[in-house]
């Protein structure tokens, strides 16, 4: 009987010790876990997000989202026009019932504009004559509000299109904060003999609304895009932006899809693709093969884990004092990630830069530009058909000419409310409630 009892015993023993070790190795798993957890605020609604859904091919690489815990975000009170703009941002698509399905490769197309219609026409021309356009979904993201803006973008048909608007453009606010607010100092005045309010920039100069917005709307556009609409947040793929004096070559869109089909093989240090040099006069070497360099700021199309690294130096973006978005990046956020950010382009451009109008000019009826940027782009037939060849060679430019790491920028973003809105922007959609100003 007793042989027996120890017969048992040790058949318990034996089936005891795997099930004993399953349980250490959960435990140890579970708290590095919580360990991580420490380390990587994920709020709730990021976490649901890192789930999964749309096309289930997310990873966590992907969906991290990396938030210091101590920050609230907190979004200025919105006016009726601004409540209402933010209800036409949850509006779906037009055009649905024309192109009522988006193949498989396509990408997303990002328009962002401000006021400067005459522009906004030749580009939505150019657009129409894309071939492969039918396929995309084309957001339109508006800096404000401007009527004729408006009415340019509703009357595309010739794909998909979606309008956003952005809330909080200081154009929306005309006496309050974002816009200008009683009691804020201007140009070069000093606080304590003015009496006034505001943080000067590195130079002694005090915020312009119309200035800083183009760097709110670019931020603001980032993350609402990647993060906060329904028909991208899930999107995984490359989405392609341009802006309103971009003019938009008919190979685009399909010299985009090769690009973006060639990075991982040809290019996989690359992080994006271009449209066009990363100098904005050049037309490109026309050589027989592919290009890597800097990021332009012509066409360029990243993933999504490109911009949860964008994402995550957020901080760097926003207290860097440089009103430019895209000089704010190359000289402090790409730099940051500890190696070169290439690009990978064509040896002909398939997008230009044209017009004589900056953002500065047409926002006010005393300083209305008229340049119509007519016969600023002329095409060869080879700009016409796609003109990237798969066996083609990459040549990387191992030089990066312009902003470098080190640059103190150029000002115009010195004001503390403008580098915690801009933080804020950054939050928004992974706290439930943003509280308001």
């Known amino acids: 009987m007793a042989t027996g009892n120890s017969h048992h015993r040790a058949r318990l023993r034996s089936r005891a010790a795997p099930l004993l070790l399953v349980v250490m190795l959960a435990v140890l798993a579970l708290t590095g876990l919580l360990r991580a957890s420490r380390h990587d605020f994920v709020p709730p609604v990021a976490r649901a997000a890192a789930g999964g859904g749309g096309n289930g091919n997310h990873t966590i690489a992907q969906r991290k989202i990396l938030l210091d815990p101590d920050f609230t975000p907190r979004l200025p009170r919105q006016s009726a026009l601004s409540l209402s703009l933010s209800q036409r941002n949850a509006l779906p698509p037009r055009n649905a019932d024309r192109f009522p ?14 006021n400067r219609p005459r522009y906004l026409r030749l580009v939505v021309d150019s657009l129409s004559r894309v071939d492969g356009i039918g396929e995309a979904l084309l957001i339109v993201s508006h800096d404000g509000y401007f009527p004729e803006m408006d009415k340019i973008v509703q009357a595309i048909t010739f794909c998909q299109v979606k309008q956003i608007f952005a809330p909080y453009s ?3 606010f005309p006496d309050a904060f974002p816009g200008v607010s009683s009691g804020d100092c201007q140009g070069k005045d000093k606080a304590t003999e003015k009496h006034c309010h505001g943080d000067p920039d590195q130079y002694g100069n005090h915020r312009s609304p119309r200035i800083v917005s183009l760097k709110h709307h670019w931020w603001w556009m980032m993350n609402t895009v990647w993060d906060g609409l329904e028909e991208t947040r899930d999107f995984d793929g490359h989405i392609l ?3 309103e004096d971009h003019y938009i ?3 685009a869109y399909r010299n985009a ?20 040099p990363s100098d904005v006069k050049a037309k490109g070497e026309g050589w027989e093969s592919l290009i890597a360099e800097k990021m332009g700021n012509i066409g360029y199309a990243f993933n999504r884990t490109v911009w949860r690294k964008i994402h995550a130096k957020a901080k760097q973006f926003c207290t860097f004092d ?3 978005w895209d000089i704010t990046m190359w000289a402090t956020v790409y730099p940051s990630f500890g190696s070169p950010v290439y690009s990978l382009r064509g040896p002909r451009r398939s997008a230009a830069h044209f017009g004589k109008c900056g953002l500065h000019q047409g926002q006010g009826a005393s300083n209305v530009c008229v340049d ?3 016969a600023a782009v002329q095409l060869d037939a080879i700009d016409k058909v796609p003109n990237i060849k798969a066996n083609w060679p990459v040549h990387i430019i191992q030089r990066q000419e312009g902003y470098q790491a080190g640059f103190k920028g150029w000002g115009g973003w010195g004001d503390k409310r403008d580098q915690e809105l801009c933080l804020s922007f950054a939050y928004m959609h992974h706290f439930k409630d943003p509280s308001s100003a």
Not at 101 to 114: A, I, Q, W
């Open 170 to 172: 200081p154009h929306l």
């Open 322 to 324: 440089e009103y430019n």
């Open 101 to 114: 399905r988006l193949p498989e490769g396509h990408l997303k197309v990002v328009l962002y504009v401000h």
């Open 241 to 243: 932006f341009i802006e």
């Open 372 to 374: 119509n940027g007519d």
């Open 257 to 276: 899809q090769l690009l973006v089909d060639l990075k991982p093989r040809k290019c996989p240090q690359c992080y994006a693709i271009n449209l066009a």
């Open 249 to 251: 070559f008919p190979n």
